[in-house]
């Protein structure tokens, strides 16, 4: 039985999801809408070039070269600012604004960004309100965990969002306590899809079509963001929605070889090594031979050895 899916979002993953992997999984996939690893506003109107570093595909009016739609993801607490520069992002292109409540990093949380705003809802509210107000028929949407250390101002955190006029809601199904530690708490979602009267995304766990198709019965959410699944199962989005099987050993290594041709084009190809190792160890969850062509390269730091490894597999499966 099939889930019944509505919109299928590539969730923003900080170092992880950048323009490069966003650009390859829209290229192979039938994501909806893709979020941006989020700019960090503090005090300050940011310059252009700020958010096209972030967003390259504000270059070609907010689209991936795929097609699929991007929008600029916003981390920060002051209300006015981030009003200031949510208007800078839909100038620029963004296909709407999106607000970070929901980054557990310690360094982020300590800035009072992220997912420590979830400790205090009224300033979820003035911040999603002032936003709002300044983007008018602009598409907002925000993203949320249960709470912070509980779920106890759940409730609260949601209220917030909804009063303060936000287009479309999140849940990432764990605290932030939680981190990423199995399992989502999907269930939790389900009360706030039925009283809300905008669009519920559900978020958090989802690894496959059976993750998919027990989450939208669990929430109630026909919106689902995929983060990390769609790093261990790469086509993760036909699976679901069209009942493709999911990239054989071939079709996978042929994708790890694009990858590296466009990573080495690219102004972070001194990263490839390590960001290339970190793909593999989320393939390694789907994938046998994706852990084996770790181990074959996990000591490997030239990039010439690394790409004849996986050219050497490829020729053998």
Known sequence: ????????ILAPMEGVADALMRDLLTSINCFDLCITEFVRVVDQKLPAHVFKRISPELNNQGYTPAGTPVRVQLLGQDPNWLAENALTAIALGSHGVDLNFGCPAKTVNKSKGGAVLLKTPEQIYRIISTVKSALGSQTLSAKIRLGFDSTELFDEIVDAVLAGGADQLTIHARTKADGYRPPAHWHFIKPVTERANIDIIANGEIW???????????????SLMIGRGALSLPNITHVIRNNHAPYNDKELLQLLLLYCEKELKGDKSFYFSSRLKQWLRYLSRNYPSAKILFDAVKRLKDKNEIIEQISFHSRNV
């Open 1 to 8: 039985m099939n889930p019944t899916v509505d919109k299928l």
């Open 208 to 222: 496959s079509k059976t993750d998919a198709h027990n989450c939208y019965l669990q929430s109630n959410c026909a």
